[in-house]
């Protein structure tokens, strides 16, 4: 089962070592736990719907009880509490377009709000529903998640859009290929939440991201459906794709979805190198993309998230033998671990794996073999339920990221950290906060920026300071040349600083094609543009 | 100095060996020649400039003639019968930014139509003052040429908008980089012409588009300034570029383009290998594309190509000796040349070659080394002074092209060709047809076609005449899944097809954009958008 107030599978948990425990704590104290509240108690306060009945629409209190939060740290505080604040007053689980067109008729019909549902795992809040205002229908698309064409030729597959992770590779890997899309998230998001937030996954640097595995497909709109057809690319105007890319529901709802697929890889490897110091592996990563060493995925920790992955993974004896080598080689105090893959044929795999090894050996980097590499790749899904963890050893965990030029990634990256480090100075409290950098670019890089500090001593207090990091964090971001996302996107919570990057003219254009896509305003109001 | 009334610049020109001659006489029938008219006679037609006085407007004549019409081959045909029709009323050089919106703010003022101008060098009418209606003026960015920025850490360039291919290139070779996007009208075309009608190079496969290029800029609209920064990945919502990339003039101006550029590559190398058959020349190419071999190029001419390019190479005697070579290796009648190239670190050369050439032998190819592949590298850019050097033996050459999936590239081609090759076939005159493809992509491929025909014994029915083979030849391409341009945009030559791909929903919301930025509909009236 699916847990109703955090993430993922009930039977899945990560482990926490006493030397994990006892290094937060040395960190930013000891832990503190904030009491949970009941499923039963939640349901009991699950107010009357207000939407009509209609044969499509479910208005069960557990259904709008699942369907009303995502992943943000704000949702997991107020579903942790109890206080979910609005529910949806229905669920439908259209099954088809012509279901998805019926739902569009009804809300204007009805007279009110749709908000479009993926795998709920929005760490932005892309599907709570707004405060106040009308009625609210979750629109699941969960029933739409078959491939319904494969184009073997041109490597082009045609899915439902609310196909999850497990259920896109399966159906392609059954006959041979691979979407390659797979953020951390990918055990529960969908295809469809993927193209509307611009998702990007951890092997993005062979499979490309979402925007470029994004082939064509069906929005189904106030307007009429944006039908969109399949090229390898095109001279004939604006790409309308990229207006489906990070609509965030805004526009319309996905009732199919073309992407591009490839076969399955002979090979695919993970290796784990450190550089001995954060210059030497910025400077190492930035070589290897802009040299285009075919790579599949490419990451690097910093030295607080190195040793801190480190003393997280358990395994003390082990992990000292391993720091004994690292210093013995030239990465001692400082050391950063870098984690690359290499996708393709054996051929391909072996020349890559060659020019990657003799570029970060110039940089002083120590190889460490596949032995890293498979352990990251086991668990390479597993970071999300470490919140769990963490919740239940009395800490609280967020992560947040963005994405800038070579020559910006350091000074942003500091500045997040330090405004995150000091964000709780003022209450004496203090944040254990790392980073790392993945989806290299030729341009650029993101950067993936995890926090941990301690609840306060009520949920009100805890999201106050949740807050507080959290504003201090995207401010430094966008006003330190950063995007406010890389790969979350925008939703309710990054609204606010989306106007710096995308500039007055910016925000009204997507003010114009919002009207000019939904003029009532029903599609998910809140999300990508603030009202 | 650049011709008036034909491509390039007046020193530069191809031969026609007397083997091409005849070749083509066999094809088609011997060439029938049309009489020029003078450059005087031309510029004593050119009417009196509507427009009112203004220190940043020249209105001579010969500044009018020479902006009037671009490279398509009713511009061709219009220039040498010296029937240009309409001349912009005016041709502004703005300097800056801010002389581009002085422009914008006269034109409110006067009441007068604008027309963004890069090189004119397009082929599909991107730059005719239309038909009728208000005055006229040409904003020519051609002064706005130079390298404003570098940030060699980022691989990020600023230029002017009106830099052409040449221009972009040696300030960026000075210092070591380069843009890598080399389309055929490179010497002449410019970056903002390339952003604004989604121009592709003949190295796509290791540079991108430009769309992949493009990152970010200024585009000075009535709406006021868009401006968008520079980031590696974001998704942060619709993505703000692509409504600039094949705006074709509609949305606003250029005043600065941002570029993602290269380290200059310690080797680059261009091979020939011949396949035996079409079939096998495409498999290859798909193998190739899908998978992921790093070439910087790669183009499969099909087997009229591939003997057309032979005949009118000259040199019988060395071709013969090639072709019986080839037809001992197994690649006789039929067969296809292919060539690619690898640009990178000799490393990264020497494997991806190997790779190539494994995989092209399991296709029976057989290699020829260096040698055709300098030959090709020496005259990749001057295909377009072939329609001067036919034209001059009585002969009218014109190309077109589009992109479509893998699955569906032979039959295209196929019609594509039979559309052209019969489309003159009521009055009894032959079309001389061949194609190529470039641009692979693991999705699909452009398909680039090039046919040959007699002008008639009037301009006007030579006109006829290409409007035919135009006309079929784009209804085949949109009613068989192909896009209406890869990499020439739309203008107004393609504008009556573009909705069969945009769809209704499409349309309108280019339109909606259009007005969004231009309310007074006054910037390139007719281009991408029909009025």
């Known amino acids: 089962m699916r847990r109703w107030n955090g993430w993922g599978e009930e039977s899945t948990s990560m482990e926490l070592p006493g030397s994990g425990r006892a290094f937060l704590a ?45 992943q943000s740290l704000a949702d997991w505080l107020a579903m942790r509490e109890g206080e979910f604040g609005r529910f949806p007053d229905g669920v439908a689980y259209p099954q088809s377009a012509e279901q998805i067109r019926e739902l569009l008729r009804h809300a204007q019909a009805t007279d009110c709000l749709l908000i479009p549902y993926g795998g709920g795992t929005s760490v932005a809040g892309h599907i709570n529903p707004p405060a106040a205002g009308k009625p609210v229908l979750t629109v699941s698309l969960a029933h739409m998640n078959r491939l319904l064409e494969l184009d073997e030729e041109s490597l082009v597959a045609t899915f439902g859009p609310g196909a999850n992770g497990p259920q896109v590779e399966s159906q392609l890997r059954a006959r041979g290929y691979t979407l390659g899309h797979f953020p951390q998230s990918w055990e529960l998001s969908t295809l469809g939440g993927w193209v509307a937030s611009r998702s990007s996954g951890q092997q993005s640097l062979r499979y490309g991201r979402i925007e470029q595995l994004f082939a064509g497909g069906t929005l189904e709109t106030f307007a009429g459906p944006l039908d969109i057809p399949t090229f390898p690319a095109s001279s004939a105007g604006p790409d309308l794709r990229e207006l489906v890319l990070g609509s965030e529901g805004r526009f319309g709802i996905l ?157 942003l990256m500091r500045r997040i950290e330090a405004s995150l480090r000091d964000g709780l100075a003022a209450e004496g409290e203090r944040v254990h906060v790392f980073t790392h950098l993945s989806h290299v670019y030729g341009e650029g890089s993101s950067i993936y920026t995890t926090y941990v500090f301690r609840p306060a001593a009520s949920y009100a207090a805890t999201l106050e300071r949740w807050r507080r990091l959290k504003d201090a964090a995207s401010r430094t971001i966008v006003d330190n040349r950063g995007t406010i996302s890389h790969q979350h996107g925008v939703g309710r919570d990054h609204a606010p600083y989306l106007a710096v990057e995308k500039g007055e003219l910016g925000m009204a254009t997507l003010r114009a094609l919002a009207s000019h896509f939904d003029p009532a305003g029903r599609l998910n109001p809140g999300s990508l543009l603030q009202d």
Chains 1, 2 share one sequence.
């Open 255 to 411: 009732s199919s979805v073309k992407v591009r697929v490839s076969r399955l890889a002979e090979q695919e490897r993970f290796y784990v190198v450190f550089l001995p110091s954060w210059e030497q592996g910025l400077a190492a990563i930035r070589d290897l993309a802009q040299a285009r060493v075919q790579l599949s995925m490419l990451r690097l920790s910093n030295a607080v998230e190195t040793r801190t992955q480190l003393t997280l993974a358990g395994h003390p004896g082990q992990i000292a033998w391993l720091e004994r080598y690292l210093k013995w080689r030239g990465a001692g105090e400082g050391k950063c671990m870098l984690t690359f893959g290499v996708t393709g044929s054996r051929a391909q795999n072996a020349a890559s794996l060659k020019l990657a090894r003799r570029l970060l050996k110039a940089f002083g980097g120590v190889f460490t073999g596949t032995l890293l590499g498979r352990k990251w790749e086991a668990s390479r899904f597993r970071s999300p339920y470490l919140r769990e963890t963490l919740w239940q050893a009395g800490y609280v965990v967020d992560t947040l990221e963005t994405a800038t030029d070579w020559s910006n990634v350091d000074n």
């Open 26 to 70: 040395e960190q930013i104290g000891p832990g503190l736990a904030l009491p949970d509240a009941s499923l039963d108690s939640v349901l009991a306060r699950v107010p009357a719907s207000r939407l009509a009945e209609h044969p499509l629409v479910l208005r069960e209190p557990m259904d709008r009880l699942l369907h009303a939060r995502g």
